[in-house]
T-cell receptor, first 116, second 115 residues
Framework: SQQGEEDPQALSIQEGENATMNCSYK?????LQWYRQNSGRGLVHLIL?????REKHSGRLRVTLDTSKKSSSLLITASRAADTASYFC????????????????FGQGTILTVHP | NAGVMQNPRHLVRRRGQEARLRCSPM?????VYWYRQLPEEGLKFMVY????????ESGMPKERFSAEFPKEGPSILRIQQVVRGDSAAYFC?????????????FGPGTRLTVL
């Protein structure tokens, strides 16, 4: 299995409910990022959490990171129909040579459907 | 500040033809990444470039694929002699030259269809 696996693969909820998606990874990371992708579109960056952070908030989004378990979760509160999209976690691993820049390794994504 | 721009948005090629995908990073960004997304899958890293340099091409097939990011102009991902398996969405991302800041901003992608 690959770095950055999301769980569940698909999630269907009603508007107003909370949505929780989980991500697990395998190697040490610099940071972990969450992206959203609407069908047939590009990726939109949602939030970045560094390896020394445990929790981060941005609007209706809450991200947690547990480096001991190599896992992260994304919580979307009070979901809206417009939140319907695929959500990907991506881990940044430094390149050889010590630079902080890292290629992103994406999971397969969670397809979230929010019903009006 | 315009976002990452990619063109064309859709590209159709017959087997054996060449595909050239272009990416203009955000203003001030000197780091460019290319990713490929197959249907129903996540993105897979292909190559990371800085101006005039390939930093990491570990995700790029050894044959038929090449990438460049010249001093002037957009980054180009070139696929020679395309095959049906090359059909995918190709995304470009850019990031600023700030140490430790790895947020990557993605373009809308180029959807390549090989007939």
């Amino acid at each position: 299995s690959q770095q950055g696996e999301e769980d569940p693969q698909a999630l269907s909820i009603q508007e107003g409910e909370n949505a929780t998606m989980n991500c697990s990874y395998k190697t040490s990371i610099n940071n972990l990022q969450w992206y959203r992708q609407n069908s047939g579109r590009g990726l939109v960056h949602l939030i970045l959490i560094r390896s020394n952070e445990r929790e981060k908030h941005s609007g209706r989004l809450r991200v947690t990171l547990d480096t001991s378990k190599k896992s992260s979760s994304l919580l979307i509160t009070a979901s809206r129909a417009a939140d319907t999209a695929s959500y990907f976690c991506a881990t940044a691993v430094p390149f050889a040579g010590g630079t902080s820049y890292g290629k992103l390794t994406f999971g397969q994504g969670t397809i979230l459907t929010v019903h009006p | 500040n315009a976002g990452v721009m990619q063109n064309p948005r859709h590209l159709v090629r017959r087997r054996g033809q060449e595909a050239r995908l272009r990416c203009s990073p955000m203003k001030g960004h000197s780091h460019v990444y290319w990713y490929r997304q197959l249907p129903e899958e996540g993105l897979k890293f292909m190559v990371y470039l800085q101006k005039e340099n390939i930093i990491d091409e570990s995700g790029m097939p050894k044959e038929r694929f090449s990438a460049e990011f010249p001093k002037e102009g957009p980054s180009i991902l070139r696929i020679q002699q395309v095959v049906r398996g090359d059909s995918a969405a190709y995304f470009c991302a850019s990031s600023p030259p700030i140490e430790g800041m790895n947020t990557q901003y993605f373009g809308p992608g180029t959807r390549l269809t090989v007939l």
